[in-house]
């Protein structure tokens, strides 16, 4: 069966230090990966999405950057964080043409202090 | 492009009674319709979908109807229970086959 893995599940992190948040699939080939935000009581953010190796698509201009250095492999990524990176970040994986829904991680609760 | 509403932001009902969430999309292309679950500080977890070929489907307690030609979709929950209580997303697909997601519906259950 399937599995997603994100890691770490919270963390703290001062203003204008690096992030590396990652994200691994397991059990499916060549899916489609997706890196979320979510504010406190708020809704789905789409920050990244990729179809394949090397292949990133950025859903809104920001300070975060996302890599996909293997098929299974998903990172995100900030030189220099800011307060407002604060927030849950979700990694989700999907089929192809997400029919079989979105499979999410059990999230990382990103705090910048 | 697709967009979604999602409806009430806030619905409070009582233990054992039903709960209603109503979701409107404005593609008419859209073809996927699935429900998530969110409890808090977890990953949303799929519980119950439905495709433009089928009007209504049921899995125990929840049950998902879409009327195409309205373009709205809901999701029922009946003989509602505590573990209910969680934050509840809609989604459909764009013209990319990706999800476009509801802003969320936090239900509470009380006892």
């Known amino acids: 069966s399937q599995t997603i893995h994100q890691w770490p599940a919270t963390l703290v992190q001062p203003v204008g230090s690096p992030l590396s948040l990652e994200c691994t699939v397991e059990?499916?080939?060549?899916?489609?990966l997706y890196w979320y935000r979510q504010a406190a009581g708020r809704g789905l953010q789409l920050l990244f999405y990729?179809?394949?190796?090397?292949?990133i698509s950025s859903e809104v201009p920001q300070n975060l950057s996302a890599s996909r250095p293997q098929d299974r492999q998903f990172i995100l990524s900030s030189k220099k964080l800011l307060l407002s990176d604060s927030g849950f970040y979700l990694c989700?994986?999907?089929?192809?043409?997400?029919?079989?829904?979105?499979?999410f991680g059990s999230g990382t609760r990103l705090t910048v202090v | 492009g697709e967009n979604v509403e999602q409806h009430p932001s806030t619905l409070s009902v009582q233990e054992g009674d039903s709960a209603v969430i109503k979701c409107t999309y404005s593609?008419?292309?859209?073809?996927?319709f699935p429900w998530y679950k969110q409890e808090l500080g977890k990953g949303p977890q799929l519980i119950i979908d439905?495709?433009?070929n089928v009007g209504e489907k049921k899995d125990q307690r929840i049950a998902v109807t879409l009327n195409k030609t309205a373009k709205h979709f809901s999701l029922h929950i009946t003989e509602t229970q505590p573990e209910d209580s969680a934050v509840y997303f809609c989604?459909?697909?764009?013209?990319?086959?990706?999800?476009?997601w509801g802003a969320g519906t936090k239900l509470i259950i009380k006892p």
């Open positions: 990729s179809v394949g190796i090397g292949q």
């Open positions: 439905i495709r433009s």
């Open positions: 989604a459909s697909t764009d013209s990319n086959y990706q999800l476009i």
């Open positions: 989700a994986w999907s089929g192809p043409h997400g029919y079989y829904g979105y499979t």
């Open positions: 059990g499916t080939s060549n899916p489609n």
């Open positions: 593609d008419s292309a859209s073809n996927y």
